[in-house]
């Protein structure tokens, strides 16, 4: 069973970080690429970043580019988002899931429950 938990949303000031977490079971963490994605109040779900397992490849929207990094630890089954210089705009539920490496929500089919990002200008 595929299993993705996130965890470190909360409130920040815009020019602030925080870093989400997202923990996998093993066996989704070394068959799927992991992606993050994002969803506002009124807007449609939308990619933010993702990470390939095989390659190390990594991808991110060109709204979060230079200032989130997505990157993984084997060790924990861990991926992670780091999230700096934030802005307002950034505020959504985070959602981590797995599939395959790509922007398009499709692509993905597992799916985590989602954390909440609330960034305060």
């Known amino acids: 069973q595929v299993q993705l938990v996130e965890s470190g949303g909360g409130l920040v000031q815009a020019g602030g970080s925080l870093r989400l977490s997202c923990a996998a079971s093993r066996h989704t963490f070394s068959m799927y690429a992991l992606g993050w994605f994002r969803q506002a109040p009124g807007k449609e779900r939308e990619f933010v970043a993702a990470h390939d397992w095989s390659t190390s490849s990594t991808s991110y929207a060109d709204s979060v580019k230079g200032r989130f990094t997505i990157s993984r630890d084997n060790a924990k089954n861990t991926v992670y988002l780091q999230m700096d210089s934030l802005k307002p705009e950034d505020t959504a539920v985070y959602y981590c899931?797995?599939?395959?490496?790509?922007?398009?929500?499709?692509?993905?089919?597992?799916w985590g429950q989602g954390t909440q990002v609330t960034v305060s200008s």
């Open positions: 899931a797995a599939g395959s490496f790509a922007s398009r929500i499709t692509a993905y089919a597992y």
